[in-house]
């Protein structure tokens, strides 16, 4: 397969984030723990003041001034596709790192419980709006 910084499959993209982002803690200091189980609704626990924090992975993709996170899950059953999103008690916080940019972002649980998606300005927008706008930096 070759190689050319672009990553297209679902699962590999999943692989690469969850790396980037176990990576990123480790060299903060931060303590990574794996599930040895599989069908979490969280793919890594972080030790982080004091506490362990379930943190879903997510891939981001960069478009322009934005980061977009698809933050919602889903599954094939025998009805099809079913989509879900995560409640604030299956999660903590929800990582998501942007390739594109080579960063991750922690969003806290409540941020993007009941959400298909996320957007995260990096640069403010051209009309200087500010209400309703998650800024990356943040």
Not at 53 to 71: F, M, P, T
Request: charged share 25%; glycine share 8%.
């Amino acid at each position: 397969m070759p190689h050319d910084g672009h990553v297209d499959d679902p699962n590999h993209k999943g692989n690469v984030a969850e790396l980037a982002i176990a990576t990123e803690a480790a060299r903060l200091g931060l303590s990574v723990l794996k599930p040895l189980t599989e069908h979490e609704r969280y793919d890594l626990a972080r030790g982080m003041g004091g506490r362990l924090l379930r943190v879903q992975c997510k891939w981001a993709s960069h478009n322009g001034d934005v980061v977009h996170i698809h933050v919602g899950r889903g599954r094939t059953s025998r009805r099809g596709y079913v989509r879900a999103t995560y409640r604030e008690d299956e999660i903590d916080a929800l990582a998501a790192y942007c390739q594109a940019l080579d960063r991750c972002y922690l969003l806290p649980a409540s941020m993007v419980a009941g959400r298909h998606g996320l957007s995260l300005r990096i640069a403010p927008a051209r009309n200087n709006q500010r209400a309703a706008i998650n800024f990356a930096v943040d």
